[in-house]
């Protein structure tokens, strides 16, 4: 809901105080607030300069000095209040008198009551419309002077009726001179085919007219002026033609600055366009002003192309923000040059150009006019840095390489004494055991036999361990010919049961019958031992260990070990094929050297085949062994 309105404050005139009093009465029963009863013209005025009513009632004899008319006259000339006469007279020369001071109302005694609460509504609506106008009218009036640009208004007839202080001072007239006078005595311009002005063109054709740049005015003690000129024609909200506005806007300092910028292009053009590094003048809000031939080498184009163009157009987007924070802190004056990298955008060029830019300011006294690029192409010095990088980095790799060599030179020496003297005691130990046992148990017998295999492998291994540096230098002797796949992936099983059976482990096989491949038998066993002995010690209890074959590869096979265990993580794959590097599990109770992987892969290599890996955390690791197919197997291998 709106706030209630206050009620009208209205001043009763009258000097016959029993009518006066029953105005009042009346008035103040229709809820109207009565500010005052004066009986004189002079009474009134006092008492409308000190409480400013809604509304006076006046009559028109009164006693004092001056009548009603003189002193609604004075009301509206000095307060705008509105009036309505109470009078019996109704002759034409007061009737005349009274219509000239502009009454919102003119009732002749006696009159009905309801006649005078009618005049008084509609005197009060009328009023408020009126103020709401004039305050829109102040607005209006308001903004326009406070606005930079010289503002005119013309009527239909294009005869000034406002005209703001900027166009007073532009056209040297002031606003009492010009109003009435036709707008053409205002705007006169030099050098004009077309003598109408910007506002009479808008009247004749009837649309708005574009800027017209840098026309020259002559002011009216004959100073020219340089302004830009556009109009466009006013209606009214029915569409009904009111006049024309038009807006000068003073270019003297633009074009002085150009005239300034001009002369500063010339002074610098020679230096500028010969110079060796790529150089632009750029505007203060980043346009290309002048460009030379280095710069455009630079950015495969041509100085016509740039001039005119946002700078950031050929800049990586990247890099705007910062470019701009170093500009603002150069205009902020705590340096006289800044300097900082950036990548260029060629036109046509896949990648960017890295520069390094100094940019500096060039001035006409304290003021800033443009800045100065210098544009250094640091494409030579990436390159030089990319290949000392380089280099670098291959001599650091080959440092790493020769110390991971030592140390494993190192370890397989030491790994050869440690572990060749124990197990030969071992194998002597359980060569003596069967030799004296030939009266035990069948079950101590397998027995002896499992550890003398054991103790053999182990041997074996221990050879082939020291075998990985001449894998690694290709030196290695390899017998490589067709091989059954089963009976070598049952073999291992045999091997590796103890082992799956102390970590809980089964052991499956889904292999395609009758399958060869091409490889060493003695190092595939030695492959096939380290990827299961793997898959078992990594696996979780219950878990399985699953041989499978896959030929869908012509003249391929490959024997994938999947195992469902704690998997590799993708940090640690980057990892799994360096040598003594056990991902991790150094500290825990699974035996390892970290070599197993290295070695296989090696040795799959070496025997035309190859080792891959594919790991996912939490379900297990899949090693796919790729071999050259030698053929279905024969008769034998297969029994």
Known sequence: MSPKQPPARILIVEDEAVVALDLKTQLEELGYAIVGIAESGEQALALARAATPD???????????????????????????????????SDSQTVQRAAETGPYGYLTKPFEFRELRAAIEVA??????????????????STLRCVQDGV??????????????????????????????????????????DLRTSAERALDEDRVIGVAHA??????????????????????????????????RDVTERLRHEDRLRASEQRFRSAFDHAPLGMALVSLDGYFIQVNEALCRLLNGDATR???????????????????????????????????????????????????????????????????????????????????????????KAQVAEAANRAKNEFLARMSHELRTPL???????????????????????????ILQAGQHLLMLVDDVLDLQRVSADSLKLDVAPVPLEVNVAMTEDFLSPLASQYQVRMERELVPGLTVMADEARLRQVLLNIGSNAIKYNKPGGRLLWRSDVSVPGRVR?????????????????????????????STIPGTGLGMVIARSLM??????????????????????????GPASHQAAS
Not at 125 to 141: A, C, D, G, P, V
């Open 152 to 193: 005119l208004i013309a009527d239909t007839a294009g005869r000034v009726r406002f005209m703001n202080p900027t166009a007073e001072s532009l056209t040297g007239w002031t606003l009492n001179e010009a109003t009435g006078h036709p707008i053409g005595d205002l705007l006169r311009f030099s050098g004009e085919a």
């Open 605 to 630: 290599e070496q025997m035309g085949g190859t080792l891959s890996v594919t790991s996912h955390v939490g379900e297990g690791t899949s090693v796919c062994l790729e071999f050259a197919s030698a």
């Open 559 to 587: 024997l994938y070990v999947d195992d469902t265990g704690v998997g590799i993580s993708p940090q640690a794959m980057e990892r799994l094929f360096q040598p003594f590097d056990r991902l991790g599990k150094e500290r």
């Open 215 to 248: 026309r020259r005015l002559y002011a009216r003690d004959g100073h020219e002026v340089p302004v830009d000129e556009s109009a466009a024609p006013i209606d009214d909200d029915n569409g009904q033609r009111l006049g024309a506005a038009v807006v000068l």
């Open 55 to 89: 509304l006076t009632l006046m009559d028109v004899r009164l006693k004092g000095q001056i009548d009603g008319i003189e002193a609604a006259s004075v009301m509206a000339q000095e307060l705008k209040a509105p009036v309505i006469f109470l009078t019996s007279f």
């Open 306 to 396: 740039f001039k005119g163009c946002l700078q950031r157009d050929v800049t990586h987007p990247d890099d705007n923000e910062r470019e701009q924070t170093r500009l603002n802190e150069l205009l902020a004056g705590g340096v006289g040059m800044v300097q900082f990298e950036k990548r260029y955008l060629p036109r046509g060029a896949e990648r960017p150009v890295c520069t390094l830019v100094s940019v500096s300011v060039l001035r006409e006294g304290e003021d800033p006019l443009c800045y100065l690029y210098q544009v250094h192409d640091l494409t030579a010095q990436i390159k030089a840095a990319e290949h000392l990088a380089e280099l670098t980095a291959q001599r650091m």
């Open 124 to 141: 009060l609506y009328k009023s408020r419309m009126e103020r709401r106008l004039r305050e829109s009218e102040r607005w209006f009036t």
């Open 424 to 450: 030969n005691a071992v194998l002597g130990f359980a060569q003596l055991m069967k030799l004296k046992g030939a009266g035990e148990s069948a079950s101590a017998a397998a027995y002896t036999d499992h």
